[in-house]
């Protein structure tokens, strides 16, 4: 009995596994789109180097 328990409960462990693996996206992240670009520009000497 303790032996197909212990099958019972690697069974399930591979199952969720491989259905976290292959199953559908769980990300939440938020549509953001493009974000404006607000820093600083390089100044024209500090491409004089090139």
């Known amino acids: 009995m303790k032996l197909s328990q212990r099958l019972n409960q690697l069974n399930t462990y591979f199952s969720e596994a491989v259905a976290r693996i ?10 953001i789109g493009v974000q404006p670009f607000s820093g600083d520009l390089p100044s024209k000497s500090a491409h004089s180097h090139r």
Do not use: A, K, L
């Not at 292959?22 to 549509?31: A, I, L, Q, R, V």
């Open 22 to 31: 292959f199953g559908p996206s769980d990300d939440s992240y938020p549509t």
